[in-house]
């Protein structure tokens, strides 16, 4: 190409301004040309002379109009169409063609188009340069202005150069995607006028630009998680990519990359490789650390990893010889526990305390608080109330250290607080009348047996009056009259998947207002109960049978099962002070514990509960009376006296004739009060006793 001077100039300017302002901006250089000499004009084809080592070679050619001629040194055409316009060319095929196409990996800027051209008196003199990125299967697009061209120089004339660098489509065109150009000419008037590229000193034909290599920055999620930011990206060889965050699902955090990295956002600098990556992901997982306090240990596995939602697994607390067991210091008043659904760490530590002697060496004997004759329980804002948030007063009481409060006689999800004459309770969201079972323990761990008191909790949801202008609390009755009775649901019959009845709706609802939800919309959803017993009762019905430590939490609702919902349900029980009512006559020797069980047995029995021949034989022995001696499934009114001196609890029920499995061991140690039986050496000598 001819060495005009003004445009060396120019490109110096250019490189030093960019040095100057701090950019980095490689100047543009030639990629592409045609130095013709040498030719005949008349090659079908003609090769460029200088090709741009990671371009596909250029190849310069004509269109169906026109054909090659004869020319030194010029690529020269003629057969043009005479006179015409752009459109004529265009439609006839009257145009010089060549192609510019990156290798593998690399991509293409260019920059601008510096030509010759000689013509012959009779030629083309108007001219238009058009390009293409489909191979001109759509109508090409004008790259620079029309240009005119009537002069006869015998070695041609150097064009106004075309600016590119202005035009995206051409700026950075990966491998894959060819740029075709034409030049289009017309005007010639007559067939054997020419139109050439060539006949000046050096290059005719020069396309300037930059061709670079470049990566591919693949960015992947792996399992329940996501990319955020640009994926893939094309990032030049040396350069840097822009960062990607591997963002996580809720209750799952990133690990890390594939190929190791564990930065996140990640920024990929100086890339001179292709890169491929997965982000991987993990659910959370939390520590369950238990300590035991001076004077015990702990059995099970501690610390424990947990996955998020999951179960840990049972660690027991185990008082050293002369000791027992008192609680756990977040409440939990169970040696053995097991944590459900773990969404956060736990590290509680289990207290111990020294046996007492009772006075005959017998070992330990702890002392419970002491009740006098004012002992008393009130609720500090009556009643009747409006709010679930209430105080309960105490009085008449000495040496309480700690009181449990709970809506259910088996205090079920209720922990140990600390005792005080005023201490805040709240109460299950739903409403009516509801029973209060409250207990006291002192410092040595003497526990008392249970103590009841009565309230009403008015619904705490107002419905909106349909007039406009009423008050929200006008109309509405929230008093409650005097001797009202208030129906509560009682259950009688195990359910099981696929039954269907108002007693499963019932069972809906129960779910749904102590947050067992069965669905969040929809059928089962809280105010729109079924009576059909599906997957979704099951499944909400089990998340109760674990909160609840009811075994096994299978979603079957058996007896166990329907008497802590009866009960927690608020069936009404004897409203007395004492724990064990006058009324009742007893076996000499029982004790309150085993005399509050009773109790219950008595009162759900009241209230629709149907009596299994192991409830039946331990009325019989606790009341020392014949109550269902007419029953086939019954005993006699007692359970046999023995003679038996082994330490085996097994072996002694099958001495005395009665069944010994776990399920019916598990059922009198309830009955004797042994809490969350497990079949431990303790706990089955324990029994024994209290058997015997």
Not at 127 to 141: E, K, M, R, V
Not at 150 to 156: P, V, Y
Not at 170 to 178: C, D, K, P, S
Not at 652 to 680: E, V
Request: charged fraction near 15%; charge should be negative; aromatic fraction near 10%.
């Amino acid at each position: 190409m001819k060495k005009i001077l003004k445009f060396s100039y120019i490109i110096i300017i250019i490189i030093l301004a960019n040095m100057l302002s701090g950019v980095s901006l490689a100047a543009p250089v030639t990629v592409v040309a045609f130095e013709p000499n040498g030719l005949t004009g008349s090659e079908v084809t003609f090769n460029a002379t200088t090709n741009e080592a990671n371009l596909n070679i250029a190849i310069l050619s004509r269109g169906p109009g026109i054909t090659p001629a004869s020319l030194a040194n010029a690529f020269s055409s003629d057969t043009f169409s005479s006179g015409g316009t752009k459109a004529t060319a265009i439609s006839n095929g009257d145009y010089l063609q060549l192609a510019i196409g990156a290798k593998a990996n690399h991509r293409v800027s260019l920059s601008s188009i510096d030509f010759n051209v000689r013509r012959s008196s009779t030629g083309p003199n108007a001219y238009q340069w058009q390009y293409s990125l489909d191979g001109f299967a759509t109508a090409g697009i004008d790259v620079g202005a029309q240009g005119s061209y009537s002069g006869t120089e015998n070695n041609g004339l150097a064009m106004p150069k075309i600016d590119l660098s202005g035009v995206a489509n051409l700026q950075n065109v990966i491998a894959g995607t060819t740029i075709t150009f034409r030049l289009y000419a017309w005007g010639a008037t007559t067939g054997v006028g020419t139109f050439a590229i060539g006949r000046l000193a050096g290059d005719d034909l020069v396309f300037e630009g930059n061709v670079n290599l470049y990566h591919t920055l693949t960015y992947t999620a792996g399992v329940h998680g996501s990319i955020v930011g640009v994926t893939p990206q094309i990032v030049d060889d040396g350069s840097d990519g822009t960062a990607v965050n591997a963002d996580p699902e809720a209750h799952y955090h990133f690990v890390n990359w594939s190929d190791t990295l564990t930065a996140n956002p990640r920024t990929d600098i100086n890339v001179t490789n292709n890169i491929s990556v997965i982000a991987n992901f993990a659910i959370d997982t939390f520590t369950l650390t238990y300590t035991a306090g001076v004077h015990g240990s702990i059995v099970g596995v501690t610390p424990q990893t947990v996955n998020y939602g999951a179960d840990g697994t049972t660690v027991t607390a185990t008082p050293d010889p002369g000791y027992h067991f008192v609680s756990w210091d977040d409440g939990i008043l169970t040696a053995a526990r097991t944590e459900t659904n773990v969404t956060t760490d736990h590290s509680p530590t289990a207290n111990f305390a020294i046996d007492t002697s009772g006075g005959g060496g017998g070992g330990y004997i702890p002392t419970p608080p002491q009740i006098d004759s004012s002992f008393a329980i009130t609720i500090k804002e009556g009643e009747i109330v409006s709010n679930r948030n209430i105080i309960i007063v105490f009085s008449g009481i000495t040496n309480a250290r700690q009181v449990a409060i709970s809506e259910s006689s088996f205090f079920t999800g209720s922990s140990w607080v600390n005792y005080g004459s005023e201490v805040g309770h709240t109460l299950s969201e739903q409403a009516g009348e509801k029973i209060l079972y409250i207990k006291f323990r002192s410092s040595t761990g003497g526990e008392t047996g249970y103590y009841t008191k009565k309230l009403f909790l008015l619904s705490s949801q107002i419905q909106s009056p349909i007039d406009e202008g009423i008050s929200e609390t006008e109309g509405i009755d929230t008093e409650i009259p005097s001797g009202a009775q208030i129906k509560l649901f009682v259950f009688t019959r195990d359910l099981s998947i696929g039954m269907v009845g108002p007693d499963v709706k019932e069972l809906q609802k129960f779910l749904n207002t102590n947050g067992f939800i069965v669905a969040e919309t929809g059928a089962g959803s809280p105010g729109e109960e079924t009576s059909k017993f599906g997957a979704a009762t099951r499944a909400a019905l089990i998340k109760f049978q674990k909160a609840n430590k009811i075994s096994p939490a299978v979603g079957y609702f058996g007896s166990l099962t329907r008497n802590v919902v009866n009960i927690k349900n608020g069936i009404p029980t004897t409203d007395v002070k004492t724990v064990v009512p006058m009324s009742l006559s007893w076996r000499s020797g029982l004790s309150d514990i085993q005399k509050t069980g009773v109790v219950d047995l008595l009162n759900r029995a009241q209230n629709g509960y149907t009596l299994n021949s192991f409830d039946k034989v331990n009325l019989n022995y606790a009341l020392g009376t014949s109550w269902y001696q007419n029953d086939s499934q019954a005993l006699d009114n007692t359970i046999p006296e023995s003679t038996y001196s082994g330490g085996s609890v097994v072996d002694y029920l099958i001495f005395i004739g009665q069944d010994s499995s776990f399920t019916n061991r598990a059922k009198l140690a309830a009955f004797y009060g042994i809490i969350d039986y497990a079949g431990t050496v303790e706990q089955n000598l324990q029994l024994l006793d209290f058997l015997k």
